[in-house]
């Protein structure tokens, strides 16, 4: 709930047409976020702004290092390349899954690795609180914060691993080719891999509005922090029983899994949302 809140507390104003703009802007929020909002009888613009400002004090100061959701946030993340696009089928896997756990969407050639693992991460519904990186032809491409950092630990004798910034390359310069497949690492710790590969490729028609859009997918979203693919799949082991003990009731509880939760099910109008207010964080940043 906090997250929510502070999900809300981060919207951007930019509204000029305040009642228009602000109906239009509530179709694009996730259900959760409308619940807080319903909660604190939140039902227009003024009343939006009163509830940030009296919210985002509190949780600047809150002690909660990690509550930020926001993938572009945590990092200076450059969305574009300055190129005309055209629009990329692409299709990401979970490797590896005790259940096949897909999604297929179509983005603009010229948004940048980074941002293409932004939306990742919202497709496969993981936080973006951990470390990730690309790792193409055997480059390994990570974000500006990510190789400063790496480079306060390279020593004398390390090997020589070359590796770019993923703020730097369009993913055109990238996916060249139908069927160009590379991957992508989530949480170093976890040790989460996803192929990713380009489908197909069209020119946008004239006047057409560029976006991301969800094709399709299958599979619950991946669970956090849960010990990788053999955490996955003891989680999914006991979603699968019939009868659950108490002790793995228990450990779904810490997970926030409903126990009556359809593991095939992707929910593609949710993941729509979750993209379309990525994309205008984008737009507006």
């Not at 985002?56 to 959701?69: V, Y």
């Not at 948004?111 to 932004?118: G, H, K």
């Not at 055109?172 to 489908?199: A, C």
Request: charge should be negative.
């Amino acid at each position: 709930k906090e997250k929510n809140i502070y999900y809300l507390c981060s919207i951007k104003i930019t509204m000029k047409n305040t009642d228009k703009e602000f109906k239009e802007m509530c179709k694009k929020l996730p259900k959760e976020i409308i619940d807080i909002m319903k909660e604190n009888n939140i039902n227009s613009l003024a009343e939006l702004l009163e509830f940030i400002e009296k919210n985002s004090a509190e949780l600047e100061n809150s002690e909660n290092e990690e509550i930020d959701i926001f993938d572009t946030k945590q990092y200076n993340t450059n969305f574009f390349i300055n190129e005309t696009p055209i629009e990329y089928h692409l299709r990401v896997k979970l490797n590896n899954s005790p259940i096949s756990i897909w999604r297929e969407v179509k983005v603009p050639s010229n948004i940048t690795l980074e941002f293409l693992a932004c939306i990742i991460n919202k497709l496969m519904g993981w936080t973006g609180y951990h470390m990730h990186q690309f790792v193409i032809n055997g480059i390994f491409y990570k974000n500006t914060e990510l190789l400063a950092a790496d480079a306060d630990f390279i020593l004398p004798f390390s090997p020589e691993i070359q590796k770019r910034d993923s703020n730097h390359y369009a993913i055109s310069e990238i996916f060249t080719e139908r069927g160009k497949r590379i991957k992508y690492e989530y949480d170093f710790g976890d040790g989460w891999e996803h192929d990713i590969w380009l489908k197909g490729m069209r020119q946008y028609e004239a006047n057409e509005e560029i976006s991301l859009k969800v094709v399709k997918g299958q599979g619950m979203n991946t669970i956090e922090d849960c010990g990788g693919v053999w955490g996955l799949y003891n989680i999914i082991n006991i979603l699968s029983k019939k009868r659950k003990t108490a002790d793995e009731k228990d450990l779904l509880k810490w997970y926030d899994i409903d126990l009556k939760i359809d593991i095939e099910y992707f929910n593609q109008e949710l993941a729509q949302k979750y993209l379309d207010q990525l994309w205008n964080e984008a737009l507006f940043s």
